[in-house]
């Protein structure tokens, strides 16, 4: 089955400074790759996600880079503010109708 | 729509007793999730449902655990008897596959405690 490895593990920034999160996947046939960031006590919630069909995606402050090739992908948050701080989690799965596979988290402290 | 509602929200149980956790996905959507989350382990996919037909069990941990969805609207995770190793976050998650089935909504959470 797919297994999929997030790095680091946590993650300490200053205020403003950009924060990168990095995941690698095993199944080639993975084409569907989310973030979800869980805060404190609260549910995952869904904050980007990219399809294999393309390299990179951007919201705003965020955006995410796929390298099909080498099978990992990315994300960036740029101009980090206090309430970034959580727990990221990568996830990859293959196809509309299959279960997600997600990685460990990743705990980003963004510090003043 | 309310979101994914989930209940209890917290359950403080003693070992051997039977724990019922239940789920009420999003109106419309037709996939439902079971997810554990520990800290050792992170997100585990449990078990998950299409159109109330359970697809993939092989995330239950053994034959303690158990999911039913009687209908569109409720599904339940039981686990019978509990021990504290069972101890953990239960998310009940739900997707609509003309959104792309694997964009999950999750609940609140259950948070269970065993004794």
């Known amino acids: 089955g797919e297994n999929v490895e997030q790095h680091p593990s946590t993650l300490s920034v200053q205020e403003g400074d950009s924060a990168v999160i990095k995941c690698t996947y095993s199944d080639s046939a993975s084409n569907y790759f989310p973030w979800y960031k869980q805060e404190l006590g609260k549910r995952p919630q869904l904050i980007i996600d990219i399809r294999s069909n393309v390299g990179e995606k951007k919201d705003q402050r965020i955006a995410v880079t796929l390298n099909k090739t080498a099978k990992h992908f990315s994300l960036h948050i740029t101009e980090t503010q206090p309430e970034d701080s959580a727990v990221y989690f990568c996830a990859a799965s293959t196809g509309t109708a299959s279960k997600l596979t997600f990685g460990t988290g990743t705990r980003l402290q963004v510090t003043l | 729509d309310a979101g994914v509602i989930q209940s209890p929200r917290h359950e403080v149980t003693e070992m051997g007793q039977e724990v019922t956790l239940r789920c009420k996905p999003i109106?419309?959507?037709?996939?439902l999730f079971w997810y554990r989350q520990t800290m050792m382990r992170g997100l585990e996919l449990l078990i998950y449902?299409?159109?109330?037909?359970?697809?993939?069990d092989s995330g239950m941990p053994e034959d303690r655990f158990s999911a039913k969805m009687p209908n569109a609207s409720f599904s339940t995770l039981k686990i019978q008897p509990s021990e504290p190793r069972d101890s953990a976050v239960y998310f009940c998650?739900?997707?609509?596959?003309?959104?792309?089935?694997?964009?999950?909504?999750f609940g609140a959470g259950s948070r269970l405690t065993v004794l």
């Open positions: 109106s419309g959507h037709d996939y």
């Open positions: 998650a739900s997707s609509l596959s003309s959104n792309g089935a694997n964009v999950l909504t």
């Open positions: 449902f299409n159109n109330n037909v359970p697809i993939d």
